[in-house]
């Protein structure tokens, strides 16, 4: 298997173990029942929201915009674009009532639950990076029972950066492998970034300097530089 040339395995949540589109979908359902707008076809609303959301995602993690303009203007800007309707304060509360029902997926990606057990039973140590926001990444981790795998989580505005930048692997790395344990040319080899976002993920890990698993579940073009590609996760348990 894939996982047996590795110790330290440090995994991305969203759309890698946690079925984003799937669990956002149904968050977006019981936002808009909640909120019963006049907007017609939901499927459209939430496509013309999540063009919306993608690119105010690539600002907050270029660092141009905070997460709290971030959570209101995908909302403000979506009805205010495309349904004129321009309140600030709704789209603030949409913003906050979409989080919450996030929190309550608990959809994982196929094969996830199968990859964290076989790295947990042959004694893998596993760590959670991710660009998402703190206080719904863990909520994620417990309500889809996935928490008890990982024996760290990194935030990336707990340690003040965004992936790709190399602080927040060396940062994952070194709570894994423990207070005084040195970071070196032993560790990184044992050590593998499984993820689905080839630039924060993948480029991330070789900047690094560590191994990685391009999870592309899409078959999105491959650039190539993964050690693995595929669209499967249960790759990483085969021979």
Request: contains cysteine; negative net charge; proline residues 3%.
């Amino acid at each position: 298997m894939i996982i047996e040339n590795y110790d330290y395995f440090l995994l991305d949540l969203d759309r890698t173990l946690w079925d984003f589109d799937a669990n956002a979908y149904a968050a977006m359902e019981m936002l808009l029942n909640k909120w019963n707008l006049p907007i017609g076809k939901r499927e459209i609303f939430f496509e013309r929201y999540e063009v919306i959301n993608r690119r105010l995602w690539d600002d907050y993690e270029a660092g141009l915009i905070a997460k709290e303009y971030l959570r209101r203007e995908r909302f403000h800007k979506t009805l205010k674009e495309h349904y004129g309707i321009d309140d600030v304060d709704a789209a603030e509360q949409m913003g906050k009532d979409y989080l919450d029902f996030m929190a309550l997926g608990n959809i994982l990606m196929p094969g996830a639950r199968e990859v964290l057990e076989a790295i947990a039973a042959r004694g893998g140590k596993m760590a959670i990076v991710s660009n998402g926001f703190r206080e719904v990444q863990y909520r994620k981790l417990r309500v889809s029972g996935i928490d008890h795998f990982f024996s760290a989580v990194m935030i990336s505005e707990e340690v003040g950066v965004h992936k790709p930048d190399p602080l927040i692997f060396q940062k994952a790395l070194e709570t894994l492998c423990g207070e005084g344990v040195e970071i070196d040319e032993k560790i990184k080899p044992r050590t593998i970034m499984i993820g689905d976002d080839y630039p924060n993920d993948i480029v991330g890990a070789i900047d690094f300097g560590i191994d990685s698993f391009y999870y592309n579940p899409s078959n999105k073009e491959n650039p190539g530089n993964a050690v693995w590609h595929s669209r499967d996760l249960l790759l990483l348990l085969s021979d």
